[in-house]
């Protein structure tokens, strides 16, 4: 089954207001979280990541708020901008021993910030 | 900036065809991964290793192979090539303790007719 999660394929925000991406776990022993952006044509970078000893992080317009006990975190944008449409694809791995470490992605949502 | 290199950027082949993706990362990362991206699943994880010889499985690992033959290279083998294969896929790559750092390559866009 779908380890990650992120049920909204698409979001649709008003330029200068909040972008709520969401992303849902079923993995309780992940460790990791992150959100990555992608453009079309263009390869994922790493926007902002959390260990799960801290359930907020603070990036400039980025937050994400980690809830273990939901199992869920979210990416919060603040005062979104057209060039902030793109992909975003949420993940969640473990630091597990013997080197078996991965990082599973969720579906990806659609982000479009119009003017 | 971390680099991780694919090629060829763009491939067709037919269905049984035989098709080899090369990855190279020159950041002395010990772990790198192949993920397939198709609409509607994201990223999805085919076969990682964490050094030359290793081999891990992913999550879709059937009709793939892989190979890790240095540090730096990374080969996905589709000896068998199906059109259920077609995708776009990334190579990454990541150093020791940083789990969630993935350096990614541009892609290579594969299409099996």
């Known amino acids: 089954g779908q380890q990650v999660k992120q049920s909204s394929p698409s979001l649709t925000v008003q330029e200068g207001g909040i972008s709520i991406l969401n992303c849902d776990y079923e993995?309780?022993?992940?460790?990791?979280f992150a959100w990555y952006k992608k453009y079309p044509d263009n390869s994922p970078t790493l926007l902002i990541s959390v260990r799960s000893n801290v359930d907020k992080r603070e990036d400039g317009r980025l937050t994400v708020f980690l809830n273990k006990s939901g199992k869920h975190f979210s990416l919060h944008i603040t005062a979104s901008q057209p060039e902030d449409t793109a992909v975003y694809l949420c993940a969640a791995g473990l630091m597990a021993t013997g080197g078996n470490n991965k990082l599973t992605f969720g579906q990806g949502t659609v982000l479009s910030v119009i003017p | 900036e971390a680099a991780v290199t694919q090629s060829p950027r763009n491939k067709v082949t037919v269905t049984g065809g035989n098709v080899t993706l090369s990855c190279r990362q020159t950041n002395s990362h010990n772990y790198m991964y192949w993920y397939r991206q198709d609409t509607g699943h994201g990223l999805r994880l085919i076969h990682y290793?964490?050094?030359?010889?290793?081999?891990q499985i992913g999550d879709v690992p059937d009709g793939y192979k892989a190979t890790r033959t240095t540090q730096e290279d990374f080969f996905l083998l589709l000896e068998l090539a199906s059109p259920s294969q077609t995708s776009l896929y990334f190579c990454?790559?990541?150093?020791?303790?940083?789990?969630?750092?993935?350096?990614f390559g541009h892609g290579t866009k594969l299409s099996v007719l």
């Open positions: 993995n309780d022993m992940f460790d990791y």
């Open positions: 290793s964490y050094g030359a010889g290793n081999l």
């Open positions: 990454a790559s990541r150093r020791t303790g940083s789990i969630e750092r993935l350096f």
